[in-house]
């Protein structure tokens, strides 16, 4: 028995999301295999768009598709984020931050008025399992990890932000504890569990078919 052609769910999940773009929106561009698909669904619709890409990576493969992208520092919100997710939990919360771009990815969806997750159908789980990505400061680095139980360094280069990254191997059975346990530890500046308040729509491919998950967006 064959699976599903995971990279034909991720086409088929990207050109949904690029129909709800419109003309004239602030659009933050996230990172990964399936917003790499999304780019070209949308730079083919010749809409009149300003983008921001949460990293070098998409924003170079944003511009090779005709889409304008801006430096996110003067826009102060954005109408659209679109980006993808390692994990997608029965209840909302999303593990991200594979790719190492988790910290601007929690910055743009935050800026976003809706924050539409777009994945293939490997990615919705039972439960959270680990690894969490971490982005964590350079100072202190050795005494951050020390006081972190299960994480460990990731063998990759740094952040675009200076930041370094590592991911957290410990429980994920309570994401929002752990959550909350993250952002309180000192150096640590960024994770990948983003709250179900966070997020507007999970788009879901399954073989030909899109399914939607509406999720209410709560104040975080």
Not at 146 to 166: E, F, K, M, N, Y
Request: aromatic share 4%.
């Amino acid at each position: 028995m064959t699976g599903p052609d995971l990279q034909a769910e991720k086409r088929a999940v990207a050109r949904a999301a690029a129909d709800l773009v419109e003309d004239g929106m602030r659009v933050g561009l996230g990172t990964g295999t399936t917003v790499a698909e999304l780019l070209p669904a949308l730079g083919g619709r010749g809409l009149s768009l300003t983008c921001v890409a949460t990293s070098p990576a998409t924003e170079r493969l944003a511009r090779a598709t005709g889409l304008r992208v801006e430096p996110f520092g003067g826009i102060e919100r954005l109408d659209l984020a679109i980006d993808g997710a390692d994990q997608v939990g029965p209840a909302g919360w999303l593990v991200k931050g594979g790719g190492g771009a988790h910290t601007r990815e929690r910055i743009v969806a935050a800026a976003a008025d809706r924050f539409v997750v777009i994945v293939s159908s490997d990615k919705p789980v039972d439960h959270l399992r680990p690894p969490v990505p971490l982005e964590l400061l350079r100072f202190g680095l050795a005494a951050t990890v020390r006081s972190l139980p299960g994480v460990v360094l990731r063998d990759a280069p740094g952040t675009p932000d200076g930041g370094v990254l590592a991911d957290y191997h410990g429980d994920v059975e309570d994401p929002g504890r752990l959550a909350r346990f993250l952002d309180a530890a000192p150096g640590v500046v960024s994770h990948g569990l983003f709250p179900p308040s966070l997020v507007s729509l999970v788009l879901v491919a399954r073989g030909d078919r899109v399914e939607e998950r509406p999720l209410p967006r709560l104040s975080i």
